[in-house]
């Protein structure tokens, strides 16, 4: 799951931040991240850091199979950022044994939980209710 590509993006959620990558040609976001750009074939990237708001695309109840230091079942949703692009993130706080866990269309925030001194993964929860 670490690699030189993905470096970035978890150094990313140890400080708190979302980030995505960046083409430092053309400026195109993507996620998830890779060595050249899809759109220009140029190896030059950075990232953004995004605002950790979304929207639930679909989702998924996870029951099995076990996923490590997990209980299940999980909520895995695909995520459109606001951004523009989509990412998978596990979703807390809801109840994922309910008929419906969440709704298509749900604010999303993002949130980080920290698993040990290497890793900390983005979660997400439902975004509170505001103007
Ligand atoms: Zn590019």
């Given at each position: 799951m670490v690699?030189?590509?993905?470096?970035?993006?978890?150094?990313?959620?140890?400080?708190?931040?979302?980030?995505?990558?960046?083409?430092?040609?053309?400026?195109v976001l993507r996620h998830p991240p890779g060595p050249a750009c899809p759109s220009c074939g140029v190896l030059d990237r950075g990232y953004v850091v995004a605002s950790?708001?979304?929207?639930?695309?679909?989702?998924?109840?996870?029951r099995h199979p076990p996923v490590p230091g997990k209980e299940l079942p999980i909520v895995i949703?695909?995520?459109d950022l606001d951004e523009g692009l989509r990412m998978v993130g596990e979703v807390r706080d809801v109840a994922a044994d309910g008929a419906d866990p969440i709704a298509i269309g749900t604010r999303l925030r993002v949130d980080f939980d920290r698993i040990d001194d290497e890793l900390t993964l983005p979660v997400w929860r439902r975004a509170e209710e505001s103007g």
């Open positions: 690699n030189r590509d993905s470096a970035f993006f978890w150094e990313g959620t140890q400080k708190g931040e979302l980030r995505i990558q960046t083409c430092n040609a053309c400026g950790g708001h979304g929207t639930v695309f679909s989702y998924v109840v996870h949703a695909l995520i």
